[in-house]
């Protein structure tokens, strides 16, 4: 996915900017950046790979070099940023977080005015890049925002540093990801994790609002443009992606997620489908939390049948090669054999997407001598990959389990019942149920409701966007 961190002080900001871009390590994987300007020598960048090394390792030795009141960093999932931008509208630093849909169609508009792309090793154009030349058309950042915004399908978060010592922050128009505002007395920042600041010393000031723009100096922020009441903030920031400190909203993560698992076990209690299980198990580390919900709520002891070895791969998707990504996932499960062997387990996990690592992690268990493994999924069957955030990697809707299953049972024709399948409590949905648990190994499977699961995130319904799981905007 991807994030940044911004900061502008009446003092130096490069530690703030280090560790809040450091603090966002967990929603990206491939590449981050820093940059920070200053009066006298202008802007200072640095741009590394972070697939095999952290974050804090390879900007450390870069520290020295900058110096500072006003900086941002970033962490991407995709392309190389922020980037330096000069233009009519003078020179500014830029990182954007989000999904560009109809790329081709926005190149194809700049081929009668002579603009040229620079074209990546891959031969894609650099997202960041793209919606710089989108902005550049207009005659103020603001309004080149705005356009950027609206010509997009998809969704645009970003930052700008501008040549004289300002930051000026969009959340997406649907506010699709957060942005929060803190203070600390001498200055402000900007980030998506509200943990961030509050360890750095800032307090909570201001959360945007979807479509809404905010100028930050080191004397305060003001507010640009005003938020639009429509919003569909990503559900998944409390399921997986968001850090369990933070909060969005108004609701902190950790929370959603004991009240999740707590409502998963009541409706299995309430249907007959609560296994008598010797324990209760969270998948590491975002399904932790699921799982102690749903062993509170169901009366079942807690434990942890294995941990993940994270000192030195503290991410198993982080190197580029799939069979190393596949080698270290099996190498970090670290078995606590006297809480498998001949148990019964049930393990939450955040969500079930494609599967494969989870297999793995099945087998594994039967492996290390469990009696029984039974399986829930602390969110719907996702069923439609994401359009929005890119959540989802998966080049085709059918390589998504629950999706492939339909596929095998009803061939096209599932397509028209999808919103069945999605039922668990469906004729439909338990036939799903039952063909990925022929797959997988367990010996039960259920997911979470997509009415629980709002029920747990507690705020407006229609706020929240559910695409992945209904495939409605």
């Known amino acids: 996915m991807g994030a940044f961190f911004g900061a502008a002080s009446h003092r130096d900001v490069v530690l703030d900017v280090f560790f809040g871009v450091d603090y966002h390590s967990h929603l990206g994987t491939r590449r981050a ?5 200053n009066g006298t020598s202008g802007f200072t960048r640095e741009i590394h790979s972070i697939e095999n090394t952290p974050f804090r390792t390879k900007f450390e030795k870069d520290l020295t070099g900058f110096s500072g009141n006003v900086g941002m960093g970033c ?28 790329t081709d169609a926005l190149i194809k508009s700049f081929t009668g005015v002579g603009h040229q792309f620079m074209a990546m090793s891959s031969g894609d154009v650099n997202a960041t890049e793209l919606v710089a030349a989108l902005i550049n058309t207009q005659d103020d ?17 970003l930052l700008v540093m501008t040549d004289h010592g300002e930051l000026i922050a969009a959340r997406d128009k649907m506010g699709r990801l957060p942005v929060l505002i803190g203070g600390d007395g001498e200055g402000h920042c900007v980030t998506f994790e509200s943990f961030a600041y509050g360890k750095l010393g800032y307090v909570d000031e201001h959360e945007l609002g979807p479509g809404e723009i905010v100028s930050i100096t080191p004397d305060g922020y003001e507010v640009l443009v005003q938020p639009r009441d429509e919003m569909r903030i990503c559900a ?11 909060n969005y909203e108004g ?72 069979d190393v990504r596949n080698r270290v996932a099996k190498m970090k499960q670290i078995p606590v ?19 494969t690592q989870l297999r793995e992690t099945i087998d594994f268990l039967y492996g290390a001598g469990a009696a029984e493994v039974h399986m829930r999924s602390a969110c719907p069957p996702i069923m439609f990959g994401c359009k929005y955030l890119s959540f989802s990697r998966s080049r085709s809707d059918y390589e998504l389990i629950a999706r492939r299953k339909v596929l095998e049972l009803e061939g096209e024709a599932g397509e028209r019942h999808l919103d069945e399948y999605a ?33 747990a995130i507690g705020i407006d319904r229609k706020l929240i966007c559910t695409y992945c799981w209904s495939g409605r905007e």
């Open 75 to 102: 962490i991407s999932d995709s392309d190389p940023q922020p980037l330096l931008v000069r233009s009519h509208l003078g020179v500014f630093a830029l990182a954007t977080v989000g999904a560009i849909n109809n």
């Open 33 to 37: 950046g820093m940059v920070i300007w």
């Open 236 to 246: 998944f920031l409390w399921v997986y992606y968001g850090y369990p400190n933070s």
């Open 337 to 355: 054999p006297e809480l498998i062997h001949g148990k019964r387990l049930l393990f939450v996990d955040d969500s079930i997407v494609r599967g």
């Open 423 to 455: 039922d668990v409590h469906t004729e439909r949905g338990q036939c799903m149920l039952r063909a990925i648990c022929e797959e997988m190994g367990f010996d039960s499977l259920n997911y979470q409701t997509l009415d629980g699961l709002l029920d």
């Open 141 to 157: 950042l603001v309004s080149g925002i705005q356009y950027a915004q609206d010509q997009i399908e998809g969704s645009l978060t």
């Open 251 to 322: 609701v902190n993560v950790e929370v959603m997620r004991y009240r999740n698992g707590a409502i998963m076990a009541r409706d299995d209690a309430r249907h007959g489908l609560l296994p008598d299980v010797d324990y209760v198990a969270g998948v590491p580390d975002s399904g932790l939390p699921h799982g102690i919900g749903y062993a509170t709520e169901s009366g079942r002891p807690f434990a942890r049948p294995f941990v993940k070895y994270t000192p030195t791969w503290p991410r198993s998707f982080m190197p580029a090669n799939q």
